[in-house]
């Protein structure tokens, strides 16, 4: 009977064994394992010209291709950011006003985010949050593009 009993709980393991090994197979198995980098990122835009103007007179970004009127490029290290009408790909509304729907943060050196503060106010953009060390380790400055998207300066400290 003994024998019976250590028979059935070698089972138990041995088929617990098998279903988590076929778990972790699945999840080893998945394409998306081969996701690597963040390559790109959109911003819907509402008015192409504003957030143009913005980008590249207010941000000083270096447009690097633009490919129609509704989709044009900035490369910033190692990441495209795109500015794009919606339609392409998606019928979706625009968010509405007032509402972001997205938050950025580029990362400057430590003596850069009080001179981004200042050059801010100089353009007339409003500062959400004026330069301010949080309890992180990061000083941070927070503000709007024109189509509202929360954009946030910041350097580690």
Request: with cysteine.
């Amino acid at each position: 009977m003994r024998q019976n009993i250590l028979g059935a709980i070698n089972a138990v393991i041995s088929r617990n064994r098998n279903v988590k090994a076929t778990v972790t197979d699945r999840k080893s198995a998945s394409p998306f394992h081969a996701i690597r980098a963040v390559d790109y990122t959109v911003i819907l835009v509402r008015d192409m010209a504003a957030m143009r103007r913005f980008y590249e007179g207010v941000l000083c970004l270096s447009l690097t291709r633009e490919l129609s009127a509704g989709w044009i490029e900035y490369q910033i290290g190692g990441t495209t950011l795109a500015l794009a009408r919606p339609g392409r790909t998606a019928k979706d509304a625009p968010v509405p006003k007032g509402s972001a729907s997205l938050q950025l943060a580029f990362r400057v050196g430590a003596e850069d985010v009080d001179r981004c503060a200042d050059e801010l106010v100089r353009h007339g953009v409003d500062l959400l949050e004026p330069p301010t060390n949080q309890p992180f380790g990061h000083r941070t400055l927070f503000f709007r593009d024109p189509d509202g998207n929360l954009l946030e300066v910041y350097a580690e400290i």
